[in-house]
C-alpha cells in the first residue's frame, strides 16, 4: 500500500524561504511522476512543480528561478524535496504532493505554506 506524507510548512515573511518534503512509502513502478501541487483559497489546484523518475524537472512559470524540486529514490521509500526561496504572498497555499504511477494517482494530505507581507 502506498502513503504519501507532506512535511516542511509553515509561516514565513515575504522573502524567506522554505524547504518541503515528501515521502512516499511503498513498493513502486520504477517509471513514476512526483510532483508538488498548491492550492490557495478560492482557486483551483495547480501544479508548481514536478519531476520524473529519470530525473526530467517541470516549473510553472510563477515559480521558475525561485524553486527547486528534486528527488531521492529508494526501494520502499521514495522523497522529494521542494526547496522555495524568495517566497511571496501570492505563494501562499496548501501544497501537496502526488505520485503518478501507470494509471494510479495518490495525492498526500497537505501541508500549509503561509507567507506574511
Known amino acids: 500500500q502506498v502513503q504519501v506524507v507532506e512535511s516542511g510548512g509553515g509561516l514565513v515573511q515575504a522573502g524567506e524561504s522554505l524547504n518541503l518534503s515528501c515521502a512516499v512509502h511503498g513498493t513502486i513502478f520504477r517509471i513514476n511522476i512526483l510532483g508538488w501541487y498548491r492550492q490557495a483559497p478560492g482557486k483551483q489546484r495547480e501544479l508548481v512543480a514536478s519531476?520524473?523518475?529519470?530525473?526530467?524537472?517541470?516549473?510553472a512559470d510563477s515559480v521558475k528561478g525561485r524553486f527547486i524540486i528534486s528527488r531521492e529514490n529508494g526501494k520502499n521509500k521514495n522523497t522529494m524535496y521542494l526547496q522555495m526561496d524568495n517566497l511571496n504572498v501570492e505563494d501562499t497555499a496548501i501544497y501537496y504532493c502526488?505520485?503518478?504511477?501507470?494509471?494510479?494517482?495518490?495525492w498526500g494530505q497537505g501541508t500549509q505554506v503561509t507567507v506574511s507581507s
Open positions: 502526488n505520485l503518478r504511477v501507470l494509471r494510479d494517482s495518490f
Open positions: 519531476v520524473t523518475s529519470g530525473g526530467s524537472r517541470n516549473y
